[in-house]
């Protein structure tokens, strides 16, 4: 298929980061369209300024450093995620995955070098992925169902794995991944903005990406076009599944320990950040730099209400705010724009 045809398939629905021409525009209407297509930036410079007030360490150096250490293994994950999402598919397992590498990784850490164990743990996140991708496009299994499904079986399988007890690791060189720095930047983020970077040149500049637009947008019409709907929607699910496993290394890395409930959040919470930066729930629509805008405005929120002493529950109550803010923000730009 030609690029040109994908891209006619891949901006059916108008994939998002996309400006129509103004002709002779007045600077009310610049400004109403600036404000249309990046809403969340604004939303996000609003939490970085209220964060500051309420916080005035908030933008210091050493604390937008460990932020973004701390939401590296979320992020990586939701840029998995956003890759599904923008295919039309769904995938609530992402947790399970991210607990069971750990806790498989911790274990084999013990047991063989770190060099023979990272790999062996990312192939288990690999082949999970490659089950949930399966189950959808084989068997036809809504996504939602079947990640549910998928997620209680990993998640069982962590505990059996590990005996419901977590599994401490001494091993040199273990918590390099997640503590250690390189250049004065911690490696788990040298990590998740690697994988970022790619991730958004895979959807961006690839055939392979533009491909997962005219998918979530169309499947159907992308199939009469010689897409490979199937294939390419299993792979989305093996990349979240890969994704998955490298937050759950640097978690486990990070603590030390590999734990069966290390993931208790992490499903929600790449969903949310995903959703927040724009991504279609009914696939089409989304981009990278989107979801990073996500994954900022959540990690915002919760170092300053870690760093305020706000408690569990009322953070939860923050975000949904947010969250629901948020998403009818964009709600209503997208009817605008339309």
Not at 284 to 291: A, I, K, P, Q
Request: charged fraction near 10%; glycine fraction near 14%.
């Amino acid at each position: 298929m030609s690029d040109t045809k994908m891209a006619n398939l891949g901006h059916a629905k108008g994939t998002a980061g996309t400006i129509p021409a103004l002709g002779n525009p007045s600077l009310k209407h610049i400004a109403s369209t600036v404000f249309l297509h990046f809403g969340m930036v604004w939303v996000l410079l609003i939490v970085v300024i209220g964060a500051q007030i309420v916080y005035p360490g908030f933008l210091n150096a050493g604390n937008l450093s460990q932020i973004l250490s701390q939401n590296a293994p979320l992020g990586i994950v939701a840029v998995g995620m956003t890759m599904v999402m923008i295919a039309g598919g769904f995938d609530l397992s992402v947790g399970a995955i991210y607990a069971a590498t750990a806790v498989v990784y911790a274990d084999m850490a013990n047991r063989m070098p770190l060099q023979a164990a990272i790999p062996l743990a990312l192939v288990l996140g690999v082949v999970m992925g490659l089950v949930n991708g399966l189950l959808v496009t084989k068997l036809r299994i809504n996504a939602f169902v079947a990640t549910l499904g998928t997620a209680s079986v990993f998640g069982g399988g962590a505990y059996i794995y590990s005996h419901s007890t977590p599994i401490v690791v001494s091993t040199e060189g273990f918590q390099d991944l997640g503590l250690a720095t390189t250049f004065g930047i911690y490696n788990a983020t040298w990590l998740f903005l690697a994988i970022f970077i790619v991730g958004a040149f895979v959807l961006s500049r690839t055939v392979y990406g533009k491909s997962l637009y005219a998918i979530g947008g169309n499947a159907e019409a992308a199939r009469l076009a010689g897409i490979r709907v199937e294939m390419l929607k299993t792979i989305t699910y093996v990349v979240v599944g890969l994704c998955s496993s490298i937050g759950g290394l640097i978690i486990a890395s990070r603590v030390g320990v590999g734990q069966a409930d290390l993931g208790s959040s992490i499903a929600l919470d790449a969903i949310a950040v995903v959703v927040i930066g724009g991504t279609s729930l009914f696939g089409g629509e989304g981009s990278m730099w989107r979801t990073g805008i996500g994954i900022l405005i959540i990690a915002c929120i919760t170092n300053v209400s870690d760093s305020i002493g706000l408690d569990t529950n009322s953070q939860l109550i923050i975000k949904g705010a947010i969250i629901i803010g948020a998403v009818a923000l964009d709600a209503y730009t997208r009817r605008r724009r339309r």
